[in-house]
């Protein structure tokens, strides 16, 4: 027979239980380098050997903002990743993502060991039986250093790639522009666009990103390169990397 002091504490720690579910369940508002992420504690706790168990669990001290999120000085855009693996316990990635070494360093910091262990051993991004063709498309603009605003002396547009069907399709369908075509290394042809004028340029290189991109691919990344090569002139690269899957062909 339950006596009433018994019984009173066995309420007090059914409330204490109920307090502490709820708490784990209220959500949280973080401020990672000035992202705002809202989860629940139960999700930052996943791991408790982790920073962020520590943090919350209350070993670490912690920082707040002026509207009293917790604040931590990270990357705010790579902890979406972060984020969805303690939620899911799964790390899924973009196809085109090309931060993983930056990922690597975010996943140390925070001490998710899982999440380090995938990341230091990652599953191929396709099955055996597929590979990745790439199409390299890059604009070279000469701009004059004396005019203002600055102008475009002459611009030309490159695409090399080993999609010979890639390329035959953009000869039969660019056929109003000036173009010239050269063997490159590793079996590589390039097809060069100009010299035009800069709208030229821009009108041609709408096009051509949007024939590639109906034929399956997708932009991995993109990168600016400056160059000075005389005194009254700059040169600006502008270079674009097209990927997507294919079969392999047995020989």
């Avoid at 992202?35 to 504690?41: D, I, K, M």
């Avoid at 695409?159 to 069907?165: D, E, Q, Y």
Wanted: hydrophobic content about 35%; aromatic content about 10%; glycine content about 4%.
């Amino acid at each position: 027979m339950l006596t009433p002091s018994r019984c009173l504490w066995i309420e007090k720690k059914k409330r204490k239980s109920r307090h502490e579910g709820e708490l784990m369940t209220t959500p949280v508002t973080l401020n990672v380098g000035g992202v705002l992420y809202t989860t629940s504690l139960s999700t930052l706790q996943r791991y408790p050997d982790s920073m962020l168990g520590a943090m919350f669990r209350g070993d670490f001290p912690t920082t707040r903002d002026t509207q009293g999120n917790y604040f931590i000085d990270r990357d705010g855009t790579l902890f979406r990743y972060i984020l969805n693996f303690l939620r899911t316990s799964e790390l899924t990635l973009p196809v085109d993502f090309t931060e993983t070494d930056l990922l690597r360093k975010e996943a140390d910091f925070y001490q998710i060991e899982p999440l380090i262990q995938c990341l230091h051993d990652p599953k191929p991004l396709y099955p055996p039986d597929i590979f990745e063709q790439v199409v390299e498309l890059s604009s070279t603009r000469k701009l004059s250093k004396y005019s203002n605003p600055v102008a475009v002396i002459i611009t030309q547009l490159t695409i090399t790639t080993k999609v010979h069907g890639l390329l035959e399709g953009i000869s039969n369908n660019f056929t109003k522009w000036n173009k010239h075509m050269m063997d490159t290394r590793d079996c590589q042809v390039s097809f060069t666009f100009g010299p035009c004028d800069y709208h030229q340029e821009v009108s041609l290189r709408v096009h051509l990103m949007d024939y590639i991109m109906k034929q399956g691919f997708t932009i991995r990344n993109t990168r600016v390169h400056h160059m000075s090569e005389r005194a009254n002139e700059n040169t600006v690269e502008h270079h674009w990397t097209f990927c997507r899957p294919a079969h392999k062909v047995e020989d």
